[in-house]
């Protein structure tokens, strides 16, 4: 016991333990919110699972906080930090609603950490609690964007197999908690807490119990925005490269780059800092909203009411247009303002002096605009399912993002002059370039693992007599009962081992599927070339099309729709020498009467072409006027070759391959698999080359 004493009072360090708990509570508060809408997902509407939203404002239970009751012990601190611990551990063995209960409760107990934590360290010197706020948030960011690096995007803790990595994290947390009670000094302790120095603080707290509300709620608002905004898009890059098809290893570098030489700064030399007037901060603020608001602006698509302005066609070639380029990296050299505001924001708030009370209704107010800012971004996916304020969402993704961006940039107005004077943290060289050494180690790591990945496919070399094509709606990722399963569709399409993959419901990159991307996880893990359709940015279906050979003259089509916007990949890919055309859609919901336009708008584009292959979720079965309409034009690969119905009835099936009649005599097999690891069968068709 006296050597474990001495080893957790050697290695403890405020800022890693820190630094932990805001990965754990990013780690738990992904799982709480993609289990949310994975649970709402299967009954297409919102159900009583959306009530657990109600955890994000725990810190009201300090509005009810005695008066006057200003302290808190260690062993307070410590369980609340124990039970998140424990609440991330578990969640590697629930599913569904004990899931979302035991996430729920662990983001719940970190937001309660968080203030405990503030108030702590309030008592302390000003100046260092903002510098331990800009660096923790940082460390914390960086190890995020580490951990989903090596998993292709995917929190690699997640996986089955590396769930140890996150017990071991856990547990590395769990030992600087518990050598907090242990240690000779802790977070709440400083040297200048005597009984007079407490008294002194005593009377300016006093004196300071009637700063403004407005204040403190516009801080504590601001700090929350800029939680949001990490969760939403920084700590996974993937999510940028979707909005805008920018190039993934470039914004992935800049991000990286940037929180390490950010770090750098706090740890080292904070003056440079302090010589930014506050002047320069309000217009780097403001010039940040600006790019960030016309990065996604100038991605979204224009859909007009009329029928007869249809279809709206996008190319590959226009994505990568010089224009849209210039707000984004723009935007991405700007990005460090919001670490700087964190620092700032953190220290104006601390030196402000606030009580228990005071800290708990104002973190509740900025908790309901975290409430109301995870509804506004979800919206836009959904809004087509959201009575009477549902269609104001539609197309309104940038709308969002302009107010979490004004959120952060506003209240830098409230931040005085000196709350930019920084001194070093009090802290040894020897811990200083061990911190520095682990954030470009992690660096590093990022920028390897990410060139690995990005490697150009190699185009298999020589003939063959057939290719495999899959159609496959993954639902977002989830499979027939709402669990997460990313890893059962991946070993689907593996052991089916297609040349050409359609995915339907790849709409992925957003808070409700943990910021993820699955397509990028499959092209890495197959090493395809790959084509992903609509923009994140557009609310819409995602779509791609994934191929062992180039993918050329790729274009995304959007259709008329009453409802949810729908679209379709067209491209086409060369083998043998024959060129086939590619056709991957999602029609619009059964109830939309504009849906029998869209097929139409299909049907049109793919006329007069050789080769054709239509696949994806039509929405419509076999005995509909639209099945009928479509098949007078093309043919229906299980009517030629059905094979194996894989359990489903046959009768029910929306999902089909279509192939033209200069195919139709070289179907030789057609197929309905994946069990239940969708809420719909992947298709695949056998095509003689």
Known sequence: MIFLKN????????????????LLFFQLFSVFIETIYALNLISLSMNENILALLFLLSPIIFIFYKKGKEEFTDKTFVILGEI???????????????????????????????????????????????????????????????????????????????????????????????????????IFDDEK??????????????????VSSKKLSALSISLIS???????????????????????????????????????LIIYKPYIISKISMKMIKIWNGLFIL????????????????????PIVVSQTSQETIIPQIPLYTMLILFPIILIDFALLSRELIACKPNIRQLGASFTVASLFLLLMIFAVIFTIVWDYIPIIGPFFRDMYWFVFLVIGLAIGLPTFFVKKQTLIFNALNKSTKFKLKLIGTLTLLTGIIISSALIYELTPKKPSGSIDSIKIMSYNIQQGFNEDGIKNFEGQLNEIKKEDPEIIGL?????????SGNSDIVRLIANELNYYTYYGPKTVTGNFGLALLSKYPIKNAKTFYMYSIGEQTATIEAEIDINGETYNIYITH??????????????????????KEN????????????????????????????????????????????????????????????????????????????DV
């Not at 080893?7 to 805001?22: C, D, N, P, W």
């Not at 898009?233 to 950010?262: C, D, H, K, M, Q």
């Open 291 to 310: 790019t960030l608001f016309l990065t996604i602006l100038l991605n979204q698509s224009y859909f007009p009411p009329f029928y007869e302005e249809y």
């Open 612 to 687: 054709v292959i239509l696949m994806g979720d039509f929405n419509f079965e076999s005995d509909t006027n639209r099945y009928n309409m479509t098949v007078e034009e093309l043919n229906d690969c299980w009517e030629i070759a059905g094979e194996d119905d894989g359990g489903f009835d046959m009768d029910d099936r929306i999902d089909f391959i279509f192939v033209s009649d200069d195919l139709s005599d070289n179907v030789e097999e057609c197929n309905y698999l994946g069990g239940k690891n969708s809420d719909h069968p992947a298709v695949t068709v056998e095509i």
């Open 587 to 608: 029609l619009g919901n059964y109830e939309d009467p504009s849906q029998r336009s869209q097929q139409i708008t299909v049907l049109n584009r793919l006329e007069n």
């Open 84 to 186: 998140i611990i424990f609440c991330r551990i578990m969640n590697d063995f629930l599913y569904g609603q004990f899931k979302m209960i035991i996430a729920g409760i662990g983001v719940g107990c970190f937001l309660i950490f968080l203030l405990i934590y503030l108030k702590g360290i309030s008592k302390k010197d000003d100046e260092q609690g903002g510098l331990k706020m800009g660096l923790i948030l940082s460390f914390a960011l960086l190890i995020s964007i580490f951990l989903k690096t090596l998993g292709s995007t995917f929190d690699i803790t997640f996986y089955i197999l590396y769930q140890p990595i996150g017990w071991l994290i856990a547990i590395s947390a769990a030992l600087l908690l518990y050598s907090l009670l242990k240690g000779p000094q802790n």
């Open 226 to 264: 800029i939680i949001i905004i990490i969760y939403f898009v920084f700590s996974s890059p993937v999510v940028i490269s979707r909005w805008t098809e920018g190039n993934y290893f470039a914004i992935l570098l800049i991000i990286s780059v940037e929180i390490t030489v950010f770090a750098y």
């Open 193 to 210: 807490n005597s009984r007079d120095y407490v008294s002194i603080k005593n009377k300016q707290n006093e004196l300071n119990s009637s």
């Open 7 to 22: 080893f957790l009072t050697k290695i403890y360090s405020e800022i890693v333990l820190m630094s932990l708990m805001f």
């Open 504 to 512: 339907i419901e790849s709409d992925f990159c957003r808070i409700s």
